[in-house]
């Protein structure tokens, strides 16, 4: 039997899929915030400041296109109403995860559809891992701003690697105690070394940035000014890929 993984992440410019029965891997990268502007103005440095004359990977693809950003109650779309579009297929309110404009029927995400099917699903960002563009795919709240609610509804995904910065949703302390109790009873264990995550014997895993070396709570930081030994995307994609091969 083949092994089919889905490696969600935050972190660049959505990428074109090529879709046949032989598909092992699909790779969704969301570049939150970012447009042409961001995307021409890293080229130039590609190739000014660094003399690299090969385009980035992403200006390489086969297939580009363009996409209306306003969402179902605003002009300008929220990352809630985006990450819900970009998950699920549907436009929703600014500040609604994973709902429809009603906000009480459910969205159902590319991530939920394919996990159900069999596929090995990751979530991850370089920001809190309960924060709305990831929770897009696996959280069904009214508000972004749940964030105890969005952490019991990623135990409740069955989703077998989540990662991030941090977890919002666990500041206060019996709000704390009850997250951690739901993710433990899900199957989740939670380390903050990616060199760790084969070695927890887990189906699942929770993987979160060092307290003592990230960015600041929410983000692990840019790479250009991180802080030493801070957890990096590439070693959180690297780790969720590990994981899924193991499983």
Same mark, same amino acid.
């Given at each position: 039997?083949?092994?089919r993984?889905?490696i969600?992440?935050?972190?660049? *410019?959505?990428?074109?899929? !090529?879709?046949s029965?032989?598909? @092992?891997y699909?790779?969704?990268f969301?570049?939150?915030?970012?447009?042409?502007?961001?995307?021409?103005?890293?080229?130039?440095?590609?190739?000014? &400041? *660094?003399?690299n004359?090969?385009p980035?990977?992403m200006? /390489?693809?086969p297939?580009?296109?363009?996409? /209306?950003t306003y969402?179902?109650s605003a002009? $300008?779309? =929220? !990352?809630?109403? #985006?990450?819900?579009?970009l !998950?699920?297929?549907?436009?929703? @309110?600014n500040y609604?995860?994973?709902? %429809?404009?009603?906000? $009480?029927?459910?969205?159902?995400?590319? %991530? @939920?559809?394919?996990?159900d =099917?069999?596929?090995?699903? #990751?979530?991850?960002s +370089?920001?809190?891992?309960?924060d709305?563009?990831?929770?897009?795919?696996?959280?069904h /709240? &009214?508000d972004r701003?749940?964030?105890?609610?969005?952490?019991?509804?990623?135990?409740?995904?069955?989703?077998?690697?989540?990662?991030g910065a +941090?977890?919002?949703?666990? @500041?206060?302390?019996? /709000? #704390?105690?009850?997250?951690y109790?739901?993710?433990?009873?899900?199957?989740?264990?939670?380390?903050h070394n990616?060199? +760790? &995550?084969?070695?927890?014997?887990?189906d699942?895993?929770? *993987?979160l940035?060092?307290?003592?070396?990230r960015?600041? =709570?929410?983000?692990i930081?840019?790479t250009v000014? !991180? *802080?030493?030994?801070?957890?990096?995307?590439?070693?959180?994609t690297?780790a #969720?890929?590990n994981?899924l091969?193991?499983q």
């Amino acid at each position: 039997m083949k092994i089919r993984y889905i490696i969600l992440s935050v972190i660049t *410019l959505i990428a074109s899929l !090529s879709v046949s029965a032989k598909v @092992r891997y699909v790779f969704y990268f969301i570049g939150d915030g970012m447009g042409m502007g961001h995307v021409n103005t890293t080229q130039y440095y590609n190739r000014m &400041v *660094l003399g690299n004359d090969t385009p980035l990977l992403m200006m /390489q693809f086969p297939v580009a296109s363009q996409a /209306q950003t306003y969402s179902a109650s605003a002009p $300008i779309t =929220d !990352s809630a109403a #985006a990450g819900t579009a970009l !998950s699920t297929g549907s436009k929703t @309110r600014n500040y609604t995860i994973g709902l %429809a404009p009603d906000t $009480i029927t459910p969205l159902i995400s590319i %991530a @939920r559809k394919l996990k159900d =099917d069999g596929w090995g699903v #990751a979530v991850l960002s +370089s920001c809190a891992a309960d924060d709305a563009t990831p929770a897009a795919f696996y959280a069904h /709240q &009214v508000d972004r701003n749940m964030f105890y609610e969005i952490n019991l509804d990623a135990a409740a995904s069955g989703y077998d690697f989540l990662g991030g910065a +941090s977890l919002r949703g666990v @500041r206060k302390p019996e /709000q #704390a105690k009850e997250v951690y109790s739901a993710l433990k009873k899900a199957g989740y264990a939670i380390t903050h070394n990616p060199d +760790s &995550v084969t070695l927890l014997g887990s189906d699942r895993v929770m *993987l979160l940035a060092d307290p003592d070396k990230r960015g600041n =709570d929410n983000s692990i930081g840019y790479t250009v000014d !991180s *802080l030493q030994g801070a957890m990096t995307v590439a070693q959180m994609t690297q780790a #969720a890929l590990n994981h899924l091969m193991k499983q």
